[in-house]
């Protein structure tokens, strides 16, 4: 891999700090990505996008669906837009840093244990010139369809935004309940016994978890610039500050507070590393025989030998 054909900042210079240098070209991977989202009907900046979703309840919450039923049912819309994983604000690891049932201080309102924690992270404008005109469109059609569910209600008061300072907050369950029947096919390193944590209080709840046998951990489906699984040890390094194909799909409730809107990660796919992770590439690659799906607008064509 060529680390440097994958690199979207538009920060470089040649070492004089007088001289500025013209950010460097897109990928033609990434120039594919736009031409394809281009006519993609849930395409976060899309004109029409609105004319195709709609809210539909599912229990006490309700959810953004297509308008259009498949199988006599509707399906989530999975939206997607090209964004960077902000490095300030990251928290999708794989725990989540999650550092007790009531957080690091102890103060959290609401208990949390590990195993209902999420793990977290900001989407924010890219940097590169040639991708963050989209970002006002993103902002215009989330406040739209956001507006489409509190329309519905005289009480539209917010308790938990899906913006924030302009940034979309996004998140993924980290266990998923194991299921009769289920078999977990994933490579050792995507395993809940071999999952990663950053603190003491997450590796002594894991290991209850591993011991009640009930959950299976749930790994980010976060793929690489050669769309390989990144694993689980590696998600700060290759995902904080990279710019990627997001998709995720919208929820939302309504409590005595207000209303809470809820982003999930459906796929990150990414498009240009992170500065700090471009450093760190080395000539040997990692071989993995998990696999996430792609989202179609991100699949490359089979390489030359496949």
């Known amino acids: 891999m060529d680390a440097s054909k994958n690199h979207c900042t538009s920060d470089v210079n040649n070492g004089d700090d007088s001289t500025p240098f013209a950010p460097p070209l897109l990928t033609q991977d990434t120039r594919d990505v736009l031409k394809q989202l281009d006519g993609s009907t849930y ?87 040639d991708l963050h005109h989209l970002w006002p469109n993103y902002m215009a059609n989330l406040d739209a369809i956001v507006t489409l569910a509190t329309s519905t209600s005289k009480d539209t008061r917010m308790d938990h935004k899906v913006v924030e300072n302009k940034e979309i907050k996004i998140r993924h369950s980290i266990f998923l309940e194991k299921k009769d029947g289920s078999k977990n096919d994933l490579d050792d390193e995507f395993t809940t016994k071999a999952m990663p944590c950053k603190t003491k209080a997450a590796k002594e709840a894991l290991a209850e978890i591993v011991r009640r046998n009930v959950y299976d951990f749930n790994p980010l489906p976060a793929t690489d610039t050669e769309r390989d699984p990144i694993p689980p040890s590696q998600y700060e390094s290759e995902l904080s500050g990279a710019t990627v194909l997001a998709t995720f799909t919208l929820s939302c409730e309504r409590w005595q507070r207000g209303w809470q809107f809820y982003a999930d990660v459906q796929a990150l796919t990414v498009l240009c590393e992170p500065p700090s992770f471009v450093e760190q590439l080395s000539s040997t690659t990692m071989t993995m025989g998990s696999k996430f799906e792609v989202p179609e607008v991100a699949r490359k064509r089979a390489r030359r030998g496949d």
């Open 43 to 129: 395409h976060l900046s899309s004109a029409s996008l609105l004319d195709h979703v709609q809210w539909a309840p599912s229990g006490r919450r309700y959810i953004l669906v297509t308008k259009d039923k498949t199988h006599n049912k509707f399906s989530p819309v999975q939206l997607e837009c090209v964004a960077e994983i902000n490095p300030e604000k990251f928290w999708l690891y794989a725990c989540g840093g999650w550092s007790g049932e009531k957080g690091p201080t102890g103060n959290w309102s609401t208990p949390t244990p590990f195993e209902k924690a999420k793990a977290r992270g900001h989407l924010r404008r890219p940097q590169h010139p």
